[in-house]
T-cell receptor, first 112, second 114 residues
């Protein structure tokens, strides 16, 4: 089945220690998104790739970076995680907007 | 300002009873509307979407939603709730262009009692 896969599902890191979250998709969608969802809150878009073009939301901290080496994969790098970065990180994909965005299961990040 | 309001933070419904989850939006452009469901610790699953045409849309798992432009609403309904429907439900609005953020409501938690 076509899907969005996120690894790992759970990630524990130490304060200030860089961490990378991974997303892959078999949907062949050209747009990939990273959302941050804190406890009991709605998901909030951090950035997205439209094909190879990177688009950062205005209020996304510089601490968050992303890479998309090919159509199928996208990575979220947190350079120096703080306690406030503990959240669920959701990857989503779309082909245009009309079909909606398809979400992966998420990676829950804990910062100690 | 663009926003989505889900007035009910938590709803409890008896199994077999009908359900309606409310969603109101404020959006400057032609809205594209979505309902997602999220089980604990899981990602978001798309239930249904509205872009244009018939204002009553059918989705998966027996859900439907009705778009009412005059009320800026997109309420989700299900005629008979099952225990497995207990989850968090998010209404979202987006623009036509790909790559724009979906603006989510804060979600409604549905509990199902037996």
């Amino acid at each position: 089945d076509a899907m969005v896969i996120q690894n790992p599902r759970y990630q524990v890191t130490q304060f200030g220690k860089p961490v990378t979250l991974s997303c892959s998709q078999t949907l062949n969608h050209n747009v990939m998104y990273w959302y941050q969802q804190k406890s009991s809150q709605a998901p909030k878009l951090l950035f997205h790739y439209y094909d190879k073009d990177f688009n950062n939301e205005a209020d996304t901290p510089d601490n968050f970076q992303s890479r998309r080496p090919n159509t199928s994969f996208c990575f979220l790098d947190i350079r120096s995680p703080g306690l406030g970065d503990a959240a669920m990180y959701l990857c989503a994909t779309s082909r245009g907007q009309l079909a909606g965005q398809f979400f992966g299961p998420g990676t829950r990040l804990t910062v100690l | 300002a663009q926003s989505v309001t889900q007035p009910d933070i938590h709803i409890t419904v008896s199994e077999g009873a009908s359900l309606e989850l409310r969603c109101n939006y404020s959006y400057g452009a032609t809205p594209y509307l979505f309902w997602y469901v999220q089980s604990p610790g899981q990602g978001l699953q798309l239930l249904l979407k509205y872009f244009s045409g018939d204002t009553l849309v059918q989705g998966i798992k027996g859900f439907e939603a009705e778009f009412k432009r005059s009320q800026s609403s997109f309420n989700l309904r299900k005629p008979s709730v099952h225990w497995s429907d207990a989850a968090e439900y998010f209404c979202a609005v987006g623009a036509h262009q790909a790559g724009t953020a979906l603006i989510f409501g804060k979600g409604t938690t549905l509990s199902v009692s037996s």
